[in-house]
């Protein structure tokens, strides 16, 4: 009796660390990627395009701009976003995330204010692509449609999974 009370214990015991581990992971992805995200809102903020380059993006990042047209590594994207942190500033708000290892996602919704007091501000669904490079997290590519998560309530449609990790 002893030792099938020992080995449920012990059963639980790992049941329990594993779990610990996986919302530990989780924690810490959304935890780093939020800081990525601090830290494009403060570039679009200042002006200066060079964090999002060289600090967000991957070497090898693969992007879309709002003619659809790809753009391959932080060469094609530079002149993209020199224009665009004049332009705008913006806020990301993560709102569907999963991490499985050194890959992960994260849907968020995209908030983009003009400089320009006079233009409006609109919003998008964006999915950030995420891989752990040397303990760092890199996002490795963006796609985004318009329209905002929450907005599908207003027409009845629903949907969303939340957080999740493998």
Not at 22 to 43: H, P, T, V, W
Request: proline letters at 2%; hydrophobic letters at 40%.
């Amino acid at each position: 009796m002893k030792t099938l009370t020992f080995l449920v214990l012990s059963w639980l015991l790992m049941c329990t660390y594993s779990v610990a581990q996986e919302a530990s992971g989780l924690d810490e992805f959304r935890s780093a990627i939020n800081e990525k995200y601090a830290l494009k809102e403060a570039a679009f903020a200042d002006g200066n395009a060079l964090p999002i380059i060289e600090e967000f993006y991957s070497d090898d990042v693969i992007a879309t701009d709002s003619d659809g047209k790809t753009l391959f590594g932080r060469a094609e994207i530079k002149p993209l976003y020199e224009g665009l942190v004049q332009e705008f500033n913006v806020r990301v708000e993560s709102m569907h995330t999963h991490v499985n290892g050194d890959a992960g996602w994260d849907w968020a919704n995209f908030h983009v204010t003009p400089k320009d007091p006079d233009a409006d501000g609109f919003s998008f669904k964006i999915l950030f692509l995420w891989e752990r490079k040397e303990g760092e997290w890199w996002c490795k590519g963006d796609i985004y449609v318009l329209g905002a998560f929450g907005a599908e309530k207003d027409s009845g449609v629903t949907g969303g999974a939340g957080d999740e990790q493998q």
